[in-house]
């Protein structure tokens, strides 16, 4: 059964903490992604992964940072949390496929993350 | 630019009978994989149902089938004889390989409520 696991189902940080997300899958997969979910917003990319030490910025980088040391480890960092950064945050993974373009993303189960 | 527009952000629906979520996509590429997830209150994202864009025939798979019409870019999302656990936020995506072939795109989602 495929997987992909993070660290927390629920974080409270205080304002300015360096937080750490982790995100590990087992799958072999080559892409990992981070995404924040808000309401009405659906889901919006933050960074991505194609490889290990390779990162990409996605449509919302600002405020945060990755870490790919590991083929199966992602993480997120949140150098000075701030209050806006209050929301649900979710890991996936994918093969590469190259342009093929079937091969569908696996979720981790999200961190619901509140920062006060 | 929106890639995703998914139009209904709440729907009703009594058991049994079937219903239409809709989502349009936005590209210029020929080559491109839509895909259906639903999120239960749990917060996990599962995998429905893929469509390739080179696909003639609309995927199916159990109660789920997608009304693909290519023209249009729609990419509708069909639940037949709805039972109380289709309820849940519905999200669709795509895989668009035009520029970077890595990323995946999200509508804003569409919850859905299956009435006893």
């Known amino acids: 059964d495929v997987k992909v696991t993070q660290s927390s189902r629920y974080l409270v940080k205080r304002t300015g903490e360096k937080v750490f997300l982790e995100c590990v899958q087992d799958m072999d997969h080559e892409n990992m992604f981070w995404y924040r979910q808000d309401p009405g917003l659906g889901l919006r990319l933050i960074y991505f992964s194609y490889d290990v030490k390779m990162k990409e910025k996605g449509d919302i980088p600002e405020g945060y940072s990755v870490s790919r040391e590991k083929k199966e480890r992602f993480s997120l960092i949140l150098e000075s949390a701030s209050t806006n950064q209050t929301s649900m945050y979710l890991c996936a993974s994918s093969s590469l496929g190259g342009r093929e373009v079937k091969y569908e993303q696996y979720f981790g189960p999200g961190t619901r993350l509140t920062v006060t | 630019a929106q890639k995703i527009t998914q139009t209904q952000p709440g729907m009703f629906v009594q058991e049994k009978e079937a219903v239409t979520l809709d989502c349009t996509y936005d590209t210029s590429d020929q080559s491109y994989g839509l895909f259906w997830y639903k999120q239960p209150s749990s917060g996990e994202m599962i995998f429905l149902i893929y469509?390739?864009?080179?696909?003639?025939q609309n995927a199916t798979e159990g109660r789920y089938s997608l009304n693909f019409q290519k023209a249009r870019k729609s990419a509708n999302l069909v639940i037949s004889a709805s039972q109380l656990g289709d309820s849940a936020m519905y999200f669709c995506a795509m895989r668009d390989p035009g520029g970077d072939f890595n990323k995946f795109y999200f509508g804003s989602g569409t919850k859905l409520n299956v009435k006893p």
């Open positions: 469509q390739g864009s080179y696909d003639e």
